[in-house]
């Protein structure tokens, strides 16, 4: 599915991945960039505030689940692709694919049983490669069209890698379209899967927790007011936010193991030999419930944690580690916070939240799905009430 490991994310150290991650920091992620792509999230999110101002005048249950999905998916499209395109629907491919990356295969605990994929799993990677495949040959196409009739101009990232690839300019590696196809599929999984997870569940955590939710609806009103919407620049300012997404990423990890590393040499750790080129797995989701990490209410929601406690998630305290630390930590991390933060605030702001049919809180489904990432096993069904002046 990673085109024999030509994206980013499975790729092994190596010159190759350092010269894919330059590009990805370089042209899609570095701050500039991020600036530059503000306009699309505001859009983006303002669009689905209108639909939820619709439903809510109606009295009518929507899935949140689904319109956070659709926001990402509009803005990650037109971050790589460079316009919103109805033709192709990549979110079944991007979640069967991150199912599959997390399957347990019994191929690689008794190597001698792989060739035979008794569980199918090959089989469906190859199936959901070609479907993706498919779909992602005729963007290049088109893109290689357009590129010609505006002289060459570079519109979006795929815009940019295909210059790349027709300049030959990435230093010691080749780079052709199997690459464009292979990074880009580690991007749209990335941006559309993993951000949906923390707002899916940080909403029915606060619905559960309906003294939080006063809290960050009184933090927005008191930094926003409610005579206008959430912008980019009040994110700074909403500190109780940032500790319930915090909260949020530390009980429900987006990768509970992270994205598997190998052992490039021989180690031994706390009198643990771990041999050269051993698939290592960290298990962020213990450490995120381990009362010696945290406190003895580790299995609780409780943002307050974060109170005049120096944490983030960058890597550097590694009891919270939600994008990974060191050189593989995630490059679109910055980029993944503020969407997050930007899209749960709003819908935090411009609405309140009720379980349809006199469902309670308490009987909200708050089972898990295994995967590669972590995400609720059910849709969220609410009915919004718009609580602005505007």
């Not at 894919?20 to 306009?39: D, N, W, Y």
């Not at 027709?166 to 990074?183: L, P, Q, R």
Request: aromatic share 8%; net charge neutral; proline share 5%.
């Amino acid at each position: 599915m990673s085109y024999k490991r030509k994206g980013l994310v499975f790729t092994e150290y190596g010159t190759y991945w350092r010269e894919v991650r330059k590009l990805l920091s370089l042209e899609l992620l570095t701050g500039a960039k991020i600036e530059m792509f503000k306009p699309i999230r505001r859009e983006e999110v303002r669009g689905v505030v209108e639909v939820l101002k619709a439903a809510a005048g109606a009295r009518k249950a929507v899935c949140v689940s689904e319109m956070v999905e659709k926001v990402l998916e509009n803005i990650t499209y037109r971050m790589v692709f460079g316009c919103k395109d109805d033709r192709f629907d990549f979110r079944p491919i991007v979640g069967e694919s991150m199912e599959l990356a997390g399957a347990f295969n019994i191929g690689d605990l008794v190597p001698f049983l792989a060739p035979f994929d008794i569980q199918g799993l090959v089989r469906r990677m190859k199936k959901v490669s070609k479907k993706f495949d498919e779909f992602i040959v005729k963007i290049i196409e088109e893109h290689v069209k357009d590129a010609k009739k505006q002289e060459g101009q570079a519109r979006d990232f795929i815009d940019v890698m295909l210059s790349l690839m027709e300049e030959d300019s990435m230093k010691e590696v080749k780079f052709g379209k199997d690459n464009i196809k292979a990074i880009i599929l580690d991007v749209l999984a990335a941006a559309m899967d993993t951000s949906v997870n923390v707002v899916n569940w940080a909403i029915p955590e606060l619905l559960r927790h309906p003294k939080l939710m006063k809290r960050v609806q009184d933090e927005l009103t008191e930094v926003v007011g409610i005579d206008r919407m959430v912008e980019e620049s009040d994110l700074p300012k909403l500190n109780y936010l940032n500790m319930v997404i915090k909260e949020t990423m530390r009980l429900h990890p987006v990768g509970p193991l992270l994205v598997p590393r190998e052992s490039i040499e021989d180690v031994k750790i706390n009198g643990y030999f771990i041999p050269k080129k051993s698939r290592v797995l960290v298990n962020v989701w213990t450490i995120g419930r381990d009362p010696n990490a945290w406190s003895k209410d580790a299995e609780e929601f409780n943002p307050d944690r974060f109170i005049g406690v120096d944490i983030d998630t960058h890597g550097r305290d590694f009891q919270l580690i939600p994008f990974g630390s060191g050189r593989r930590k995630c490059p679109g991390m910055q980029l993944g916070l503020v969407v997050v933060q930007l899209i749960l605030a709003q819908l935090l702001h411009c609405f309140n939240w009720e379980l349809p049919n006199g469902m309670s809180p308490c009987d909200l489904d708050m089972k898990e799905k295994l995967a590669l990432t972590l995400s609720r096993a059910s849709h969220l069904n609410c009915i919004p009430s718009y609580r602005l002046s505007v």
